[in-house]
């Protein structure tokens, strides 16, 4: 080999080690690093309700209405409305410019697509599809709801911010079978999702879309301005909170979602990241229990774990610092219009376990057993589990904890059977706060029997109270009607809410324009 | 491999676990959920389920995944590449430390080498790989700031940053192995220095080291191989605490992830791309026997 053919393949090989990325445009791009929540394994928020879905959501989609840090209603991709004096037609009008990421321009027929599948599989969005007649598309950008009877809640259904949220599609997509799962994410959002860099369980990859038309107000939750100030985003999932708070040491990661309670200390330490409370409304945990079998069939037996269950006990279980948590003594988020402590007496104060212990008595309680089934790779619920079994236990309850994963858990908690053919008593999970913030999302609290939610109580009374709230004139209207159902859910006790708590966000110091929203939102975040 | 097939497919049937309800969420309703199975077929006979799969299969077609709605061939493709690199460079390290450690261990018997040698092959049984991991991590990503904390970056994107992020997860996964081989070199050096022809190598004047390399160790060579092979078809079957604390997306990942969420396609095509990796190294470790011993012969 000559000197020169050596040198060419020296130079050969240290471009082939070099790689194709050393001065590519990949390298002169923002790109924002962000660690979820959870792994997204599934593209359509309408088909589930996981968290981590809707988040995916936000991203790739834009919706009509969004609800801004007041609770008000505000247009997204709606430029003008009208509402008729009757209260019973709504014109809405699209704004200048809105375009799916294939390039086509947003058209009623979309609009009124997505609605409709939406409506077929979320409980407010079925609400409103009973109260309507009908939806029609008056021109490309026009479309009008009419409805059989007056519905106050039209636009809070519209503008709902958490699972199902009724994001806006291609009519194409949007014709999709609500029960089965989609899997092109082509949306009219400030991001787009490059598909082919998906890897499950991995990395999902959004890239700025550029034809997106921001509104000119400022971000308030997912209402106003959705300015992507990043050109890339990367999802990194990381299952291990250790090798993740390392990341973030590292400077590989500059925004972690949630940090468990305890690596908060850990990063800290650490001058060049934040550890701060980005959710002014954050998660309530619950018990719920099964309706169908003794004991907790008796509401004297339910109601006895009221004077059993401390909050703040559970609230450091889930939490761990009491800084990031606190007693919520209310069916509906703490924080929010609709909450207050009305008839919570049992729940608050200093707990009362001969009291608990006399409506064991009065229940009737024979000493069966009770079966809490628990997912132990879900901390929020295990820690839960713990702390019911503890109490069940101190006041003459016969229980265990069945362990397994969350996946069995939610499996078998669909079982209506006795416990002795694989069935349940108790169970445990938490919801983020916009899905307990009144009586329409908030759906532990129904009462409608074989199709309410796992557990299955069925309370008529519920049922009604529930429906003179959806008829509320005015605010106070709904404020007292809130209360009644409150009243009720702590006689009838669907489920016994174990506090509110938050898991904190990380992010290093050169990020900034973090909104705060009980959703992580990545508009308007920028990278230095 | 019909067996495999049968016998997962006829497990995963048993095994209690729903991914209708996975998939649907946690505020799903039972009506939501049951129409979901539905749409899915997972109320379908097994007979019918187990002759759809099989249908496919004979088409090459593992199935798709029921949660990310993309094909159990693409989701292994994605994953075969972290799994066989980690594989690769785990044993080029293994090999390079413990061939040689256990041969000097075999040599010096006795001494003080052999028994250091043997206190470093317990250590690396004895420290959990997650440790290591955690130690590594700390020490050379946060530290020193010297290589990445997890993550991979595919060879296509070049070998520096493909080698960079596999360092630390292959040294730490490479320590059992390492302990594992270099005891097995041990033991199968120490058997063939016993042996009279190495006696009479000796005697004929060869260099020590010829006698070690060109007698001892090639003789040696067939249950080394074997530990080897064992180990191919075991990293590649999944090293899931490596793959976890590093965040590398392997098959051993995938398979978890899989089964917690019971995305039958997935388990099903995995296990069937694992019997047929098993069948293949050990044909492959079966043959090398020939080459390291003549006297073998199929």
């Known amino acids: 080999m000559t000197r020169r053919l050596r040198w060419f393949a020296a130079a050969a090989v240290a471009a082939a080690i070099a790689g194709p990325w050393a001065g590519s445009a990949l390298a002169q791009q923002k790109v924002l690093k962000f660690i979820p929540q959870a792994d997204l394994r599934i593209l359509d928020p309408i088909a589930t309700t996981a968290y981590i879905t809707r988040n995916h959501g936000y991203m790739v989609y834009d919706t009509l209405f969004a609800i801004d840090d007041k609770f008000q209603v505000k247009p997204q991709m ?15 009008t699209l704004r200048d410019g809105l375009k799916f990421h294939d390039g086509a321009p947003v058209k009623s027929a979309d609009c009124i697509a ?15 599809a009973e109260a309507t007649e009908s939806w029609t598309a008056v021109d490309d950008k026009t479309f009008r709801l009419k409805l059989k009877k007056p519905f106050p809640l039209a636009l809070d259904a519209l503008a709902k911010p958490s699972s199902n949220v009724p994001f806006i599609m291609p009519e194409r997509i949007a014709k999709t079978d609500p029960f089965k799962n989609i899997d092109d994410p082509t949306g009219s959002g400030p991001f787009k999702m490059v598909k082919a860099e998906w890897v499950p369980g991995n990395k999902v990859v959004y890239v700025k879309n550029n034809d997106y038309v921001p509104r000119k107000e400022p971000p308030s939750w997912a209402s106003g301005g959705k300015v992507a100030k990043v050109d890339r985003v990367e999802w990194i999932y990381i299952p291990d909170s250790a090798t993740a708070a390392a990341a973030m040491n590292a400077g590989e990661a500059d925004i972690w979602e949630q940090v468990p309670p305890d690596l908060i200390p850990l990063l800290a330490k650490n001058k060049q990241i934040t550890v701060k409370n980005n959710d002014p409304l954050g998660s309530m945990g619950m018990i719920r229990f099964n309706f169908l079998h003794p004991p907790f069939n008796n509401e004297k037996m339910r109601q006895a774990l009221f004077y059993a269950v401390n909050q703040q006990d559970y609230v450091i279980g889930i939490a761990g610092d009491p800084k990031n948590g606190k007693p919520c003594y209310s069916y509906f988020t703490c924080g929010t219009p609709l909450s207050s402590e009305v008839s919570a007496e049992p729940l608050k104060g200093k707990r009362d376990l001969d009291k608990a212990k006399q409506l064991v008595k009065e229940s009737g309680y024979k000493g069966e057993k009770v079966v809490i089934i628990d997912a132990t790779d879900q901390p929020i619920v295990h820690s839960q589990s713990l702390l019911t079994l503890e109490n069940l236990k101190k006041i003459g309850v016969n229980a265990e904890i069945q362990a397994g994963d969350w996946g069995t858990l939610i499996t078998r908690r669909a079982v209506k059977e006795p416990i002795d053919k694989g069935g349940w008593n108790i169970f445990h999970t938490w919801l983020v706060g916009p899905d307990m913030v009144n009586p329409a ?23 009604e109270l529930r429906e003179a709230w959806f008829n509320a004139k005015d605010a106070a209207e709904s404020k007292k009607a809130a209360d009644a159902v409150q009243k009720r859910a702590f006689e009838f006790v669907p489920i016994i809410p174990t506090g509110q708590f938050i898991l904190p966000t990380a992010f290093r110091s050169n990020i900034s324009g973090l909104i705060i929203a009980p959703i992580n939102l990545l508009w308007n975040v920028e990278k230095k | 491999m019909a067996v495999v097939a049968f016998v997962v497919f006829l497990l995963l049937y048993l095994t209690p676990g729903d991914p209708a309800a996975i998939l649907a969420g946690d505020a799903a309703t039972s009506d939501d959920i049951r129409r979901i199975r539905e749409k899915l077929g997972l109320d379908d006979p097994f007979h019918e389920r187990f002759g759809q799969w099989l249908w496919r299969l004979a088409h090459g077609d593992l199935g798709t995944s029921i949660f990310t709605n993309l094909p159990v061939t693409q989701l292994i493709g994605q994953r075969i590449e972290p799994t066989l690199s980690l594989t690769f460079c785990t044993l080029v390290i293994s090999v390079l430390v413990a061939v040689p450690l256990g041969v000097v261990a075999a040599a010096r018997a006795g001494t003080w080498v052999d028994r250091a040698v043997m206190a470093i092959s317990v250590g690396g049984f004895s420290i959990p790989v997650f440790v290591l991991a955690y130690v590594l991590i700390y020490t050379f990503s946060i530290e020193l700031e010297w290589l990445p904390v997890q993550g991979y970056s595919p060879i296509r994107e070049g070998v520096v940053q493909w080698a960079r992020h596999l360092v630390l997860p292959s040294i730490a996964l490479g320590t059992v192995y390492i302990a594992l081989i270099a005891r097995m070199t041990r033991a199968a050096m120490l058997d063939v220095l016993a042996q009279d022809y190495v006696r009479t190598a000796q005697a004929k004047g060869l260099a ?30 999944g090293a899931i605490v490596t793959e976890t604390v590093f965040a590398l997306p392997g098959i051993g990942r995938l ?20 019997s047929a990796a098993y069948v293949l190294i050990n044909l492959a470790v079966d043959l090398s026997y020939m080459f390291f011993d003549p006297r073998i012969r199929y």
Do not use: C
């Open chain 1, 78 to 92: 709606v430029g003008k409305h009208e509402v008729s004096k009757d209260g019973l037609t709504y014109t809405f």
């Open chain 1, 114 to 128: 997505s609605i409709d599948r939406w409506s077929k599989r979320d409980a407010l969005g079925q609400k409103l």
């Open chain 1, 441 to 463: 999302v908030n759906f532990p609290i129904r009462g409608t029997g074989e199709k309410a939610w796992f557990g299955w109580p069925t309370d008529a009374k519920m049922e």
């Open chain 2, 208 to 237: 020590p080291g010829e006698v070690l390399i060109g007698h001892a160790l090639k003789n040696a060579a067939v249950p080394i191989a074997t530990v080897i092979g064992i180990g191919i078809a075991l990293l590649i079957g």
């Open chain 2, 255 to 274: 398979t978890v992830d899989a089964i917690l969420r019971r995305d039958y396609p997935i388990i099903q095509g995995v296990v069937l791309m694992f």
